[in-house]
């Protein structure tokens, strides 16, 4: 299948700093991302749909201003967790879909810990 | 609301023995099933997937079952491995460039 690589896989990050999330997709082109969080026990909430030189679109209850999403190019989306609270310590993850396909691939997951 | 149902959290099954997970779905617009595999701390790995012009998917030990009438989906695995063991998640899109919606999953022990 398809390849997608998250970046970083682990991060520990200080209360009211910033840090930045990369999902690259390696071997195909991804017209949209999507931006999903994980609580522990629970299932896989999409906090975002983007598509490749527009505007991200938030899920009800997501701060845009909080969770920048970018996604410039066709291999690349970011996201970044602006003013980082302890409350935000999540398993994010990240997934890929080419033009036209059904399916999605997911990237490996970043745990943040925000202490 | 959930859309997508996994009302299972957890089955334990011996070696060698046949898994069935299973999921509902409330939306009558998806027409395309997945089912993912979960580590701990990773990304979910696609597994198998159905769309709902067939009623089974099968790809090696794999298979899934689709009843629309029902709107039920089930994930056979047999014969099933210790390292089936995992979190699988059910999940479901309608036509066009939507976003899956993930079942809450089912944490599958396979006992050797």
């Known amino acids: 299948g398809a390849v997608v690589s998250q970046h970083p896989s682990r991060v520990i990050c200080k209360s009211g700093t910033s840090v930045k999330i990369e999902c690259r997709s390696l071997d195909f082109q991804a017209t949209t991302m999507f931006w999903y969080r994980q609580f522990p026990k629970q299932s896989l909430m999409l906090m975002a749909t983007s598509n490749e030189g527009s505007k991200a679109t938030y899920e009800q209850g997501v701060e845009k201003d909080k969770f920048l999403i970018n996604h410039a190019s066709l291999t690349l989306s970011t996201l970044t967790v602006t003013s980082a609270h302890p409350e935000d310590s999540s398993f994010y993850i990240c997934s890929a879909r080419g033009p036209g396909s059904t399916e999605a691939f997911f990237g490996q997951g970043t745990r943040l810990t925000v202490v | 609301d959930q859309q997508v149902k996994q009302n299972s959290p957890s089955l334990s099954v011996q070696e060698g023995r046949i898994s069935i997970l299973n999921c509902d779905y409330t939306?009558?617009?998806?027409?395309?099933f997945l089912w993912y595999k979960k580590y701990p701390a990773e990304g979910p790995t696609f597994l198998i997937s159905?769309?709902?012009?067939?009623d089974k998917n099968e790809d090696g030990r794999f298979t899934v079952f689709l009843n629309k009438s029902a709107k039920h989906l089930s994930l056979h695995i047999v014969p099933s491995q210790p390292g089936d063991s995992a979190v699988y998640f059910c999940a479901a899109s309608a036509r066009g460039n939507t976003p899956l919606v993930f079942g809450k999953g089912t944490r599958l022990s396979v006992i050797a």
């Open positions: 159905i769309s709902s012009i067939k």
């Open positions: 939306n009558s617009m998806f027409d395309y």
